[in-house]
């Protein structure tokens, strides 16, 4: 899921690189920004959220409550949605302070959160309580 978000986070590096071809003056656009950078960021968000959501879904369903596993999977699609109102206001907030800026921040704060969590990893297995361990073992029996 860490790698899904660094990756997710790389995507953002390719929309730096197209602000750095589009040039403009007086407000008018004189170069725009070449198509392979925003196949590209579409490329690394899509392959980063592959590998983000399926186990981000996957730890709720068995980490959670079987009497809470709904609310938990509805709370994971309005922390989503959240997250979508978010980039909306990112994109207004990108008019004033410039979308280098905001594309530079976007992809070094999903860098540095996903090292953050490869880094905690450990902990973080700790508190599954072996959830990952009885699925493997169930797995291998069946």
Same mark, same amino acid.
């Given at each position: 899921? !860490? %790698? ?12 730096? #690189?197209?602000? #750095?071809? %589009? ?5 008018? @656009? *004189?170069?725009?920004?070449? &198509?392979?950078? /925003? %196949? ?9 959220? /592959?590998?983000?959501?399926? @186990? ?7 980490? !959670?409550? %079987?009497?809470? !596993?709904? /609310?938990? &999977? ?15 206001? *990112?994109?207004? *907030? ?20 996903? @090292?953050? @969590?490869?880094? &905690? ?5 700790? *508190? ?7 699925? $493997?073992? $169930? /797995?291998?029996?069946?």
């Amino acid at each position: 899921m !860490a %790698v899904g978000v660094i990756i997710m986070g790389w995507g953002f590096f390719f929309m730096t #690189m197209a602000t #750095m071809e %589009v040039e403009e003056v007086n407000g008018e @656009v *004189l170069q725009k920004a070449s &198509m392979i950078w /925003l %196949v590209l960021a579409y490329l690394f968000h899509t392959v980063g959220e /592959l590998c983000a959501s399926p @186990v981000a879904l996957s730890f709720i369903t068995k980490l !959670a409550p %079987v009497k809470y !596993a709904s /609310l938990m &999977m509805g709370t994971y699609f309005a922390a989503t949605g959240f997250g979508n109102k978010l980039a909306g206001s *990112l994109g207004v *907030l990108a008019q004033s302070a410039g979308e280098f800026e905001i594309f530079t921040g976007i992809a070094i704060f999903c860098t540095l959160f996903g @090292v953050i @969590v490869i880094a &905690m990893l450990k902990p973080l297995k700790r *508190l599954t309580h072996g959830a990952e361990d009885s699925l $493997e073992e $169930e /797995l291998v029996t069946h």
